[in-house]
């Protein structure tokens, strides 16, 4: 059975996606950035082990990124799941883990790496925006597309009812893309996404929501 650990920074709410879609996969530890992340009572609440490493605690990211890998390396997990994880890690961290280490990202990359991502659709007058999971290389945000979900920019849309739309799809494409990983359909080789034996993930990897929008 393949393990994971997820990191977070927060609310949680997609590693919740992940630890309730009953994949068959250990998770061995949730583990956060931030003492208050919201998240570490839930996996506390479904007996999974949780633990922080405070980035204040440290005097720099070099040396953040090396606690954090002990810990993550306790646990020796396949896949590493950056699940709200706000944090920008140093290339030794990223190379440690290539190939073996997923982000989620929402907006549809290459468009809007970084924050504010809906704002941001809708001000440029976006008609789709969505959610992208990508293996994680040193470019921020960046790394081989995995899977993306498209949703409509809505007439009058708010960033909040836009981040919300994306969000209900984000809970569906993560648990998805592990799961494709812990069955052994997806892999990074030569930096490219193998998915189901495939050079190129196919069509089933774009999710276009037909009607809960
Ligand atoms: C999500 O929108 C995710 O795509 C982004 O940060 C947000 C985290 O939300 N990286 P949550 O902590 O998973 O609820």
Known sequence: ????????????????????????????????????????????????????????????RAHFDRALAREIDRHAPDLVVLAGFMRILTPEFVDHYRGRMINIHPSLLPAFTGLHTHRRAIEAGCRLAGATVHFVTGELDG????????????QDDTEDALA?????????????????????????????????????????????PATDV
């Open 1 to 60: 059975m393949k393990s994971l650990v997820i990191l977070i920074s927060g609310r949680g709410s997609n590693m919740r996606s992940i630890v309730d879609a009953g994949l068959s996969a250990d998770i061995r530890a949730v583990i956060s950035n931030r003492p208050d992340a919201a998240g570490l009572a839930h996996a506390r609440e479904r007996g999974i082990a949780t633990a922080v490493v405070d980035h204040m605690a440290f005097p720099d």
């Open 164 to 208: 919300a739309r994306v969000l209900a799809q984000e809970h569906i494409l993560y648990p998805q893309v592990v799961r494709w990983f812990i069955d052994e359909r997806l892999a990074l080789r030569d930096g490219r996404v193998h998915l189901h034996g495939e050079a190129t993930p196919s069509s089933a990897a774009l999710r276009v």
């Open 143 to 154: 790394g081989p597309i995995i899977a993306q979900a498209a949703v409509p920019v809505l």
